[in-house]
């Protein structure tokens, strides 16, 4: 009491005067309100205050005073602020939400909406403001359906069967679409259900939208591009079913085209064939011109034949050079032409740097429901027809027969054996000579696998090789031989010679370097005594690895010939590439020799490009007398065969060939 009016005011609002400027407006306007201002407590410490100041007259209109109320608003103040600062965070972090969000009040009214949500639907033609109602959301949406809902019916299938397709303008179906696609959202929001959906834009972009409701029957919406996203899964998901290098569908997606197939054929009582096709000389193409070349090759022909597709028909790539397709079809006639075009498709050659890579096709078939009932069985059958057409020299095609089956399970039988047959001692090695053709000397001698099976009696080497070579048996099997062999040899007094056939798969796979050297070694054969057998086939695969293979055995002082010569991919080009110490000329020129001028000429050939380049040449399958004259007159170095030397056991063949002094002595030849 008693202190001036001022006292309630800051020092620096009383040296600027405010307290007069107060009382003076009040006197004027007849009223003074300060909203916000700091004034000060007894203590002197300062609150924000809400000051309302009023003159004071007596019934005459005489000023007596002033009337001053004073309300302390700090805390509301501190409230104001954080609600402020709050919101200050709201609005930035809606400005700057990756996401699109729209508040809707309940009669559907735009009353809030975010940069991002106007920045993605502007793009599309959409003016979303507040204001604005959920059905010019629901129109730029629509835009982009016009043309799904071109077809009578697919509006209705699109929204559940709740609307009818009508033929008209674009226009007119896209606003269709877009009113019941309004309606069907907001019957979704009435039940107060959250809705997320994906939607596109006549831009071509896709939108993720997703609608919750509040208590009250507005919503909010949230949007999200994810066109991005939905390409990525979208190629992830067609890398997953399709080949990356031809992009015909791969083995998941016909696993899954098949299934379906197979249940629509068994509710139906209709037909389905399954066809596996194999690529005939696609090794060879891969061989001489290099894998891009097999590529192109792969690609051409997947193209041609997905080109040709027709409704019903199905095409996939399981691997390598093979495929399969599928047919639904009533008539044989129908699968009978799908085979042809697939033929004709595979057959036309691909032009690829001034050459004609051609290759041929070998189909098996097999038909539900009668070569089987579900897809294991199918695939399996069409398999083991599709093998018996590559082995047929006659029929490129081939449908599938129960005895294949029987043929199938002795054939994996017989492979299960082959890896018994070391530890049975079930192989054993015969020899045969080879001869000097000029001195009738024993120069060396060739070994040969046989295999006394205990119940099959003994097996043919044609017969379980190439079975070798397919289940890997070859390698344990190739290793015996191998290591058999010189020992052997290195305990007779036969000192000439002994040859080994390598198969291609000793070459591509395993340390072949290391064992020849470790078998040496252990054995004490010397490298000078072996000689190993390799056909052109077993390089031109991987021509460099397998040529640094030859020279790193050819260094341990091994000598390496190359047999049957003549029958091969490039026979010159491989006597280029590698210095061989001998060629083993095929015994198919020796059968003809007699009869065939060209089989004569192409011998002459071969022994003039030996005598050229220094390298012995030795005949294979010399079997009559005429034959080796013949030979022995066009200046062939050696030769084998039955007119010579029969295939022997070990024990009979070292008693037929002995050594006395200094001479070998050949024993009278066994009856042929």
């Known amino acids: 009491m008693g202190a001036h009016f001022s006292c309630f005011y800051t020092p620096e609002d009383r040296a600027a005067g405010l307290p007069e400027q107060a009382l003076r407006q009040a006197r004027e306007a ?48 501190a409230d104001a602020e954080r609600i402020a600062e709050v919101t200050r965070t709201l609005d930035l972090a809606l400005e700057n939400m990756s996401q699109g969000l729209c508040l809707f009040d309940p009669h559907g009214t735009i009353i809030l909406i975010n940069r991002r949500m106007d920045e993605i639907f502007r793009g599309a033609g959409a003016a979303l403001v507040p204001g604005a109602d959920f059905l010019t959301l629901c129109r730029a949406m629509a835009g982009a359906r016009e043309r799904e809902i071109a077809a009578p019916g697919v509006l209705a299938i699109r929204l559940g069967g709740n609307a009818q397709a009508e033929a008209g303008q674009p226009e007119d179906r896209a606003e269709q679409y877009a009113q019941a696609l309004c309606e069907r959202h907001r019957e979704i929001l009435r039940r107060h259900q959250q809705w997320r959906s994906v939607e596109a834009l006549p831009d071509g972009r896709a939108i993720a939208l997703s609608h919750s409701v509040m208590a009250d029957g507005s919503w909010v919406t949230t949007c999200e591009d994810v066109t991005e996203q939905r390409r990525i899964e979208a190629k992830i998901q067609y890398m997953a079913r399709h080949d990356g290098l031809t992009g015909l569908p791969n083995r998941s997606y016909f696993n899954d085209y098949l299934d379906e197939e197979l249940q629509r054929a068994q509710k139906q009582g209709t037909r389905v064939a399954t066809l596996g096709i194999d690529l005939d000389c696609f090794k060879e193409i891969n061989d001489l011109h290099g894998h891009a070349a097999g590529d192109t090759v792969l690609r051409a022909v997947s193209q041609r034949i997905a080109s040709q597709l027709e409704p019903g028909e199905f095409i996939a790539r ?70 018996r057409a590559k082995g047929s020299l006659s029929e490129s095609i081939c449908f599938y027969e129960s005895r294949m089956d029987e043929a199938e399970r002795e054939r994996r039988a017989l492979a299960g054996e082959l890896w018994t047959a070391i530890a049975a ?21 060739e070994v040969l696998l046989r295999w006394h099976h205990p119940e099959r009696g003994l097996i043919a080497p044609d017969s379980f090789i190439p079975l070798a070579e397919e289940c890997g048996a070859i390698l344990p099997i190739g290793e015996w031989v191998l290591r058999t062999a010189c020992q052997q040899a290195a305990q007779w007094t036969f000192p000439r010679k002994i040859s080994v056939n390598l198969s291609p798969v000793q070459i591509t796979h395993g340390n072949l370097v290391t064992l020849v050297a470790q078998v040496l070694e252990e054995t004490g054969l010397a490298a000078g005594r072996l000689e190993l057998e390799i056909t052109e086939s077993t390089i031109i695969g991987d021509k460099e690895r397998a040529l640094d293979i030859l020279r790193r055995i050819k260094a341990l002082g091994v000598t390496i010939a190359i047999d049957d010569f003549g029958t091969g991919y490039s026979s010159l080009d491989t006597l280029r590439s590698f210095p061989f110490d001998k060629i083993k000329l095929d015994r198919t020129f020796i059968a003809e020799i007699s009869d065939s001028q060209q089989a004569k000429a192409i011998i002459r050939a071969i022994l003039a490009l030996g005598q050229s380049l220094a390298i012995p040449v030795l005949a294979e399958g010399v079997e009559t007398d005429e034959q080796l004259s013949l030979l022995q007159a066009e200046g062939c170095d050696e030769a084998q065969g039955f007119l010579l030397g029969r295939p022997q056991p070990l024990e009979h063949f070292r008693r037929a060939h002995a050594v006395v002094g200094p001479r070998l002595v050949t024993a009278q030849t066994p009856e042929r």
Request: proline residues 2%; charged residues 25%; aromatic residues 10%.
């Open 318 to 387: 399981i691997g390598g050079d093979e495929f399969i397709a599928v047919k639904r079809f009533e008539r044989q006639a129908e699968l009978s032409d799908f085979s042809a075009r697939l033929v004709t498709c595979v057959s036309e050659p691909v032009r690829l740097d001034g050459f004609d890579l051609t290759t041929g096709a070998s189909i098996g078939i097999a038909i539900y429901p009668g070569d089987g009932t579900h897809r294991d069985q199918l695939v399996s059958n069409t398999d083991l027809a599709m093998y």
């Open 30 to 77: 007849g009223r003074f309100a300060a909203e916000g201002c700091w004034r000060l407590r007894k203590d002197g410490s300062r609150f924000w205050a809400h000051v309302l100041i009023t003159p004071i007259f007596d019934r005459k209109g005489k000023q007596l005073g002033y009337a001053k109320v004073t309300r302390d608003m700090t805390q509301q103040k």
């Open 425 to 445: 001692n079930q192989f054993v090695l015969d020899y045969q000579v080879q001869t000097a053709i000029a001195s009738g000397e024993a120069i060396g001698c």
